[in-house]
């Protein structure tokens, strides 16, 4: 389960260079699809019961059937060619019966013709197939843009990582992070924008953009939150000119920093965080188990100017142990629900299970049980899209590529 940045992301399946189909195959043996079994198994046993059964009852015409299973199954040679094998079994079957008892030519012109339309039927679906599987890939490619894949021990930080769209098929959504190392430490972001759909994925993306940028070149994380809060209401000005109708999107967020071991009295046992509207995180490990860190209650990101707020919410310092690791989800987590209506207890379970074991503090650990966590109290059925997201620093205070040595 153990893994670092975005190992526990990339487990999806992913296509390959054969056949897109390959991924919708139902049974393989041995890596290799078997599917045609099945309608072979079923031709099969047509012919046994036709041969075995009397004159009186005939059902060698059901070989019509073969070719509509292996429709619903196969590509369209493997359905062509139990087409034909089905209409080879009904002539020669038909043909070993003495005349008296033969379906005759009107069987062959349904086995013909539902051959035909099998065929048929089983290139549309192919053909859909592969426009589905192409989408997907196109989404795919979408969320590794917005949510890029991160090195291990990046800045000077293990971490782990794990987005499950609620829309399986969509596999994005507005839910983003990323960690941003440079001179002036290493910062963290998560956060949900509101609303779902592609504009959503742009809100996401510009925010992102812009914590890319301002968290490498700003010196202080007050800075990066007022660039965060800037970028937001530009991006909701953009939309409103285009007519659309999102132009009321918000985001909430999380935004950490870990200064340099230089930094002075902000040094490595502390840790900086301003929220914007978010869940706080939690600090999981160590001597004090599973403790809520304070948020200071700021707005959500684009809710500044509106509510009247002067400035960026306040930045607070916060001490964390060296075995602490931060634990940062979206309302996936904490707003699932069981079958009575319970959400998840989030802290009561990673507590329960830290004390069990210390190991689940480790930050692969943590975001595998949450997540496992998650899917089970809600029965698979998630409400909104999710992010687990663990951090903390590595083992032996290797800061990683910052300052000098970064090529962002």
């Known amino acids: 389960m153990e893994s670092r940045g975005h190992g526990l992301l990339d487990r999806r399946p992913r296509s390959g260079p054969r056949d897109v189909l390959q991924r919708h195959q139902l049974l393989r043996i041995r890596g290799r699809s078997v599917t045609w079994l099945v309608p072979l198994g079923v031709l099969a046993a047509i012919s046994y019961a036709d041969f075995n059964t009397t ?71 192919v053909r859909g197939e592969r426009r589905m599987l192409h989408i997907m890939r196109i989404a795919e490619t979408t969320r590794r843009t ?27 959504g507005g839910d983003f992070y990323d960690i941003q190392p440079g001179p002036h430490g290493t910062r963290v972001l998560l956060g949900d924008v509101q609303g779902k759909g592609l504009g959503a994925v742009e809100a996401a993306a510009a925010l992102l953009g812009t914590f890319r940028e301002a968290a490498y070149h700003e010196r202080d ?28 999107r918000f985001a909430t967020a999380v935004l950490i920093g870990f200064p340099p071991a230089a930094a002075g009295d902000a040094g490595p046992g502390t840790v900086e965080l301003i929220g914007f509207g978010h869940e706080p995180p939690l600090a999981v490990g160590g001597e004090r188990g599973v403790r809520t860190l304070p948020h ?19 930045v607070l310092r916060v001490p ?43 930050p692969g650990r943590l975001v595998g049980f949450v997540r496992d966590g998650t899917l089970r109290h809600c029965g698979g059925r998630l409400a909104d899209d999710t992010t687990v997201f663990a951090v903390r620093r590595a083992a032996g205070g290797d800061e990683g590529p910052v300052g000098g040595r970064l090529r962002s």
């Open 55 to 125: 004159g009186e009852f005939r059902i060698v015409s059901w070989c019509v059937f073969v070719s509509a299973i292996a429709a619903a199954l196969c590509g369209v040679w493997t359905t062509a060619l139990f087409a034909v094998l089905a209409l080879v079994t009904y002539v020669l079957s038909d043909a070993a019966w003495p005349s008296e008892y033969r379906e005759g030519p009107a069987d062959f012109v349904l086995v013909l013709v539902g051959g035909v339309l099998s065929v048929l039927a089983a290139s549309v679906r």
């Open 146 to 172: 917005v949510l890029r894949p991160l090195p291990p021990r990046w800045g000077g930080l293990d971490h782990a990582a794990v987005y499950l769209a609620a829309d399986a098929d969509a596999r994005m």
């Open 221 to 248: 994380l007050v800075t990066v939150a007022a660039r965060l809060e800037t970028r937001m209401r530009r991006h909701r000005a953009h939309t409103v000119a285009l007519g659309r109708a999102d132009g009321d």
């Open 296 to 314: 200071g209650g700021g707005l959500p990101l684009g809710l500044g100017e509106l509510a009247g707020q002067d400035g960026p919410p306040p």
């Open 320 to 362: 964390v142990a060296a075995g602490e690791t931060l634990l940062l989800v979206t309302d996936g987590v904490t707003e699932a629900r069981d079958g009575a209506g319970e959400f998840y207890p989030l802290t009561e379970e990673v507590a329960a299970a830290v004390a069990r074991d210390p190991r689940t503090a480790e």
